[in-house]
Each structure stands twice: as C-alpha cells, then as structure tokens.
C-alpha cells in the first residue's frame, strides 16, 4: 500500500489561510490502513483545524467528507453536487488522490493534508516499513523476495557493501542489512548460488524512461 | 609518448608495492594538493585521490588526479557511484584516460547521509561491481554499457575495495571473487587493525585461489592517539579496532601517541609483508601525510623502484 503522514499542524495552516469555506476530503484505502487520512483522521483534523480557527477568532467553516477510495473516478463524482459550496478541498489523500480530485475539479484548489511517504507494508502495530520501488521489472525472485533497490541503502544489486555490519545498515542502526536479510532468506532454501551471479546494471528505463507512466488495458476498457 | 601506471609495473615486476592517499582539499587551491603530494614523492609508487571521501564536498578527483600527474606522480583515480549515473561515469572514464590517468578505484562511496550534503539525492545508478565490469568492458571491448563501440578504448588498471571486516565473513570472500571476476586487477584493503580476523580472511581468499588472479593491497591507517582508535572502533562504519590496540596506545604518554601509532602501523605492515597473497601496501595516514614516509621507511620498503612515468 502507499503510506502517508499528516503534515505540521502550521504548515495546513497556512496553506489554508486564504480560503473561508474548506471541504476536508479523506481516504477509506492505503491512508487509513497507515492511520494518516481515513475517515478518523479525516475527523479528527476537522475538529482540530476548527478550534484552532475558533480560538484565533477565524469564522472559517469546515466540513469534512470520507471516500472509498480517493484515487478512483467513480468515487470522486460523490464530490460533485456538494463541491461547489466550498473554496478550498484539504485532502488527506496520497499523492495520487490529491491529483485525481484536482484533475476533476479544475476551479478549485486541492491542498495536500498528508506527505506522501513511500509503497510498504503494515509490519505491526503502529510500524510501516518501505520495501518496494515501483521499478516496473519486479527482480525479487533472484534476491529471495527481499528487494536490494528499496532496502538497501545504496541500492546494490551486488551487496553487501562494506558497511554491513552485525545485520544492520552503516546508514542507520535500526535498519536491517537487506543484503544480510537476502543471504539469509537464500541460505533457508539453498539458493546461495544466486549470489555468484553478477547482475548487470538495472534496466532503469522502465520507470523513468518515457516520464510518467501509465497502463493501458484494452481488455478492461468499456 | 604513452602513459604507463606505475602500479601496475612494479605490481608485475613481483616487487612488494606501496600506495597512500591524498584527499583533495576543500577549496579551490592547487597548491595544497602539490603540496602534500611532494611529501609522498619517492616514498609510494603510486598515489589514491579520493572522490568527495565521507560525502564532503571537495575539489573533484579528477583535476586533483591531473594536478598529481603534473608533477611526475601516479594518480589512482578514486570514482564512486553515490554521485554519478551511467553516462556521466562512462564520460569521466573516457576523460580520466585521455587525460593521462592510468589507474582507478571503483567504489560505491560512502552514504550521502554522513557528509555536509545530506539532503542530496544517492544517485547509486550502477553499483560497485558493476562500475568495475563497465571499466574493463571499455578497456577490453572497447564497449561502453549496452555495446555501443568507443573510437579509442580508455586504458586503465582497475582496482576495487575490500572489507574483510564487514559481516557476514563467509560473504566477504564471495564478494571479493565477484569483484575480481567483474574486473579487478588489484585490491586495497580496509584499514587492517584486526590481523587475526584479516590472516583468516587471507586463508579463505588464497582457498579460493583469488590471489592468483588479482594483487591484494593491505590497508594500514597509523593512529594518531588512543581517541581516533576508539573513535574508528565506534563511528566509522566497517572497522575493525581490537580492544588491546586501544588499550596498547592508552598505555603511552601523550607526546608517544604518534609514534606508538606508527610503530603499531610498521608491525602490521612487516605481517603484511610476510603474508602469502599480499602484493603490497595501501598506507591511509588521513590528513598526517609525513607519516607514510617514515612509516615506509621503518618497515623497509624504501628505496622504492625507479620506473619511468611515460616510455615510447
């Protein structure tokens, strides 16, 4: 899933300012799975944002709407007969919702609640850690399904480098070696040979070589 | 006139050799990049220029390389891959040659993190191992990365890093044969304070027959006082620093330390020298570069060779 922070209380401030009537937009997906801009949050921002106008004597008015899923047309459209009735969207969407919502409705100002952070997976409790890139040519397979170029530091497809140390990374202590992680995960099932192999530089091409990606399905199309 | 590296030939002529470090300064000056280079003049053969080392930013090591070159020494260009893509590293592969350098140390770099750019994005494009491959396939080939021809192919002797101090030990040595296999012609070591943990790690570089196909240069750094082993023990990533060292130099009055400090770093060296599969010596001696004279000295390794710099 792709996770979120909530940006600095003063940061939405002042990204507000100028706007009087502001519809505070949330995310039933990846945002509320990471607990930044579900229907909770979306709330609980609204209310803070409303008695923080209030005791600065603000009169803005702000009301708060939660969608399925930000990032999809048909969920948007919920936004249609209740938008014009504001100045300004605050949208707790990643990054792909905050554009959608913008490219829907192209008079108003879409403001980002949230810092888009990075695509990752719930470990526990309150812990989210980042383990893929989105390079478009999944190599998982050779690395016992532990990706070198989303956990490694210096992403090297031919590690460790000489900063491994007890299993952990010379970047941060509390982060694991991921090349450590990938011997390990290949020695459980005697894939250490993989590791003789020496990979040739990555195929870049594939996520930045044509700018913004898309994908085109004709087989999905109406 | 055609350059020649000078490693490379006292490497080959079986003789033990000896490199050191100059890191180019913080600023624009030529004159202090000459200036501790003369203090390695006679004393080494050949000369590693650092590439923005620790992620500071510094003079490139490319103009302080020439800078070196002009004053009759020879560069080993230091090149990381934190800073650079494909195309910019291949380019400064092609110029490095045209401009008369004919040695290189292919490395990784240290994380942008640690250095006074922390915000800058690591550009890791290519990594290590394969920057070596992508010199030796210019050098051979005569093909840059994805086979496009070169009019002229650079020519260079091309070194790699080892750290036989960094976990998981058994890895180390792989990584080493895939170093070796991708292009290496020779190796500089990670400063070695741990001789046990190194003359282990020899064993399973000789098993593999890896000294047979590569010249492994022992890294030594003196200590300048009981703080920088402790320092080097606790701070810098992928060193080795047994506590007895730091208790030997704990053990000597302070105006000693820097000759406790060299002496300890001679020791390592006459071990290094007596070692089966080690070609030479890399000595870091970071910002004290009279000591490799006297460290050189002390362990016998001068004279050194007179090779000419440039033949017909």
Known sequence: MITAEQKPMDEIRQMIAPYKKILAVGCGSCVAECAAGGEKETGALASALRMACKMAGDDKIIHEKTLDRQCVKDFIIQLDDIIKDYDAVLSLGCGAGVQAVAEMFNEIPVIPALNTEFLGETREQGLWVENCLGCGDCMLFYFGGVCPLARCSKQLLNGPCGGSKDGKCEVNPDVPCAWQNIIDRLSNYNALDRLEIIYPPKDWSKKYGSGPRKIIREDQKK | ?312
């Not at chain 2, 550009?123 to 840059?144: A, C, H, P, Y």
């Not at chain 2, 190194?198 to 196909?213: A, D, H, I, P, Q």
């Not at chain 2, 620093?241 to 000693?256: A, F, H, T, W």
């Open chain 2, 1 to 312: 006139m055609k350059e020649i590296s000078i490693l490379k030939k006292v490497l080959e002529r079986g003789e033990f050799a000896v490199t050191a470090e100059c890191g180019p300064p913080k600023g624009a000056d030529p004159e202090v990049v000459l200036k501790k280079a003369e203090l390695l003049r006679g004393k080494v053969d050949s000369v590693n220029v650092t590439d923005n080392q620790t992620a500071i930013v510094r003079m490139s090591s490319m103009a302080a390389g020439v800078l070196l070159k002009s004053i009759g020494l020879d560069p080993i260009l230091q090149m990381v891959v934190r800073d650079r893509n494909r195309i910019a590293l291949q380019s400064d592969i092609l110029g490095a040659s045209a401009l008369g350098i004919r040695n290189m140390l292919c490395l990784s770099g240290d994380h942008q993190k640690f250095g006074n750019q922390p915000q800058a994005a690591g550009v890791f494009d290519i990594d290590s191992i394969q920057l070596l491959k992508t010199v030796k396939d210019m050098r051979d080939e005569g093909k840059i990365i994805g086979g496009d021809a070169l009019t002229k192919a650079p020519d260079m002797f091309i070194g790699a890093a080892a750290n036989p101090f960094a976990d998981p030990l058994a890895f180390r040595v792989i990584r080493l044969g895939k170093k070796i296999a991708a292009g290496a012609d020779f190796i500089q070591t990670q400063c070695i304070y741990n001789l046990d943990r190194f003359e282990t790690w020899m064993e399973m570089v000789r098993e593999r027959g890896l000294t047979e196909k590569c010249y492994i240069l022992g890294g030594v750094t003196p200590l300048k006082s009981p703080g920088m082993a402790k320092y080097m023990k606790n701070n810098v990533a992928g060193m080795d620093v047994p506590d007895e060292l730091i208790k030997r130099m704990q053990g000597v009055s302070k105006e000693k330390w820097k000759e406790e400090g060299i002496k300890i770093c001679v020791e390592t060296v006459e071990r290094l020298k007596s070692m089966k599969g080690i070609s030479g010596v890399h000595i870091m001696a970071i910002e004290w570069e009279e000591a490799v004279g006297e460290i050189a000295e002390k362990a016998g390794l001068l004279p050194r060779p007179v090779i000419e710099y440039s033949e017909n």
